[in-house]
């Protein structure tokens, strides 16, 4: 077969066999499609159709192919992450600045900590660091991604549970909100590169002043015209950002970052974002499932996962309840809180393939950290739904 038939070949098992396990096993309850898109990922990597049948997976997966899903993959994560820049909505922060700040800064905070002390633990065994990672940028990038909220699958799951629309769920929204901002600065702390600052200043820089016309540009121009241009200021953005040394996933969120969610249709950006998780984000699962490795033993790397799941969700909990008790908020309303924002799923999983591609972690450590956002993703509808069950008066409640 030639590479035009395999491609497509590897693109039916993409799309069909997550389909398949989602909606025969009935899996939406505790694995919505996109958890079970990420598994399947898992599944037809190298640790484990690789392993159990390395004929099938080198025949489907040969370079050529993999070098196209990439492509694929590669632009529709700098689309999300491009919306999720967008839809960040610090002026209502602002506006509830006390309370947004401190329940933010605990929420990220204190899971930073925790996670910072697990990967201190993993360093106590080789495998973990990278070739070129330093052990303060391991420590921080370990502990930020037990940080993180995936603030689009934190919408998803909202919207399921029927609190988006809320008064509580856009305080929800405010928090992870002002998180994002700290993870993308933190991000772009860590991928400092001081053999190559002047490029990095000349980014930052040009970003500045180009971003200021643009912003000129896109209030001049009709919607119609909007939505193309933000493409190419998308292209323009992750390539500055790419050739700064920086990753060109920050371009994608400093492009986002500046553009007004009012400039866009809201009905119109939703369906966007939910055609790129139908169309193409399956393909970045996937090419995210090809990047895992078990050379350290699948009992270490579960072990590890295990522990960063534990420093995860104990970390946001625990920040979420000191908040609580500083606000005064009603019994059980941290709970609830503090379990929507442990929920990582995409937005974790791309902070580690950023990790992974500058070589700050190793495949291994990318494995524990994508099984610890699987879990982490899974565990919060299970827990939260009964939660609002018992406690439905607290949606009504603005602050």
Not at 206 to 211: C, E, L, Q, S
Request: net charge neutral; charged share 15%.
């Amino acid at each position: 077969m030639n590479t035009t038939e395999i491609f497509l070949i590897a693109m039916i098992l993409i799309f069909a066999v997550p389909w398949l396990i989602w909606r025969v096993g009935r899996t939406e309850y505790y694995a919505p499609l996109v958890v079970v898109q990420i598994l399947t990922g898992i599944l037809l990597g190298p640790g484990v159709l690789g392993q159990a049948f390395p004929d099938y997976y080198n025949f489907v997966f040969t370079p050529p192919v993999i070098q196209s899903l990439n492509g694929i993959a590669w632009w529709a994560v700098m689309i999300f992450v491009m919306i999720a820049g967008i839809e960040l909505d610090l002026r209502k922060a602002w506006v509830h600045r006390r309370e947004s700040g401190i329940t933010a800064g605990l929420a990220l905070g204190t899971p930073l900590l925790f996670g910072g002390g697990a990967a201190l633990v993993m360093l106590l065994s080789d495998g973990w660091l990278g070739i070129h990672g330093e052990r303060w940028q391991f420590v921080l990038g370990v502990g930020m991604a037990c940080a993180v909220t995936a603030l689009p699958i934190l919408i998803l799951f909202m919207e399921k549970l029927e609190v988006l629309r809320q008064p509580v769920g856009q305080r929800i929204l405010r928090y992870a909100s002002v998180d994002d901002i700290a993870i993308w600065g933190v991000l772009a702390l860590i991928l400092m590169d001081w053999s190559r600052v002047g490029k990095q200043l000349v980014f930052l820089i040009a970003f500045i002043v180009i971003g200021w016309l643009f912003r000129k540009l896109m209030a001049w121009l009709s919607e119609r015209d909007r939505w193309y241009v933000a493409l190419i200021w998308l292209a323009v953005c992750g390539f500055g950002a790419d050739w700064a040394g920086l990753h060109f996933m920050v371009g994608a969120f400093l492009a986002g970052a500046v553009m007004e969610a009012e400039w866009f249709d809201q009905e119109r950006m939703d369906l966007l974002r939910h055609h790129v998780l139908l169309v193409v984000m399956p393909v970045f699962f996937l090419s995210t499932g090809l990047r895992t490795n078990w050379t350290l033993g699948g009992e270490a790397v579960f072990v590890a996962a295990a522990l960063l799941l534990v420093a995860s969700v104990a970390g946001k909990l625990i920040g979420v309840r000191i908040a609580g008790r500083i606000l005064n908020w009603a019994p059980g309303e941290a709970s609830i809180i503090g379990w929507l924002l442990q929920t990582k799923a995409l937005i974790m999983i791309i902070f580690a393939n950023i990790l992974l591609d500058r070589e700050i972690i190793t495949s291994e450590a990318f494995t524990a950290l994508l099984l610890m956002a699987v879990a982490s993703t899974m565990l919060t509808v299970p827990m939260v739904a009964p939660k609002l069950a018992r406690l439905r008066e607290l949606i009504g409640r603005s602050a």
